[in-house]
């Protein structure tokens, strides 16, 4: 432990004079530094530096998944949704971006948009159950019945267990 204590002031200094600078993206600076914060138990700070690296580097994904990973674990929304975001721009066709998109979306009560990204999560994963329930309940919401009715029917052929599904389709039901 001590010596990742010792290694972050120099970590922070070669990020400071080399702010851009980048090399094999897992061996960066910002990913040594993030290790470091992470072992001395010192999440926030590596998600700060994931934060800050993720901004200038648009295309360091492992950047963006541990940037997505330290957030979730941190329950900062605002940072799991810009993570979620800048791991879609660089790599649309990784289904967690889009599902965490989705997930966060749906808690911000953003309904269209967590039904966009559910969708797209469903469209690259067929046997995501979790990608139609969002899609379902997120349909559901904005009044979409027909859609609602489809994801919902999906994630039951996929799982026949799901809770979330049958909830849906008595609420279509119910609804005049």
């Known amino acids: ?29 910002y990913h040594q530094l993030a290790e470091a914060y ?12 994931m934060m800050s690296l993720i901004k200038i580097d648009l295309a360091d994904e492992p ?29 649309p066709y990784e289904i967690k971006f889009h599902q ?11 309904y269209s948009q967590a039904l966009r990204e559910s969708l797209i999560a ?11 329930e969002v899609a379902a309940q997120s349909a559901l919401k904005i009044g979409d019945k027909e859609t609602a009715s489809s994801a919902a029917r999906e994630a039951l052929k996929i799982r026949p267990t799901s809770e979330i599904a049958p909830i849906c389709l008595e609420r279509i039901e119910i609804k005049p």
């Open 63 to 91: 950047a963006a998944e541990k940037a997505l990973t330290l957030a979730e674990e941190l329950k900062d929304s605002d940072a799991v949704q810009t993570a979620a975001m800048q791991g879609i721009y660089i790599n």
């Open 122 to 132: 469903a469209s690259i994963d067929k046997l995501s159950v979790e990608a139609w």
């Open 1 to 29: 432990m001590k010596r990742y204590e010792e290694a972050i002031p120099y970590l922070q200094e070669a990020m400071s004079v080399y702010p851009r600078h980048r090399d094999i993206p897992e061996m960066s600076v």
């Open 38 to 49: 992470i072992k001395i138990g010192r999440k926030k700070e590596a998600l700060e530096v």
């Open 100 to 110: 965490v998109a989705a997930d966060t979306n749906f808690q911000k009560a953003d």
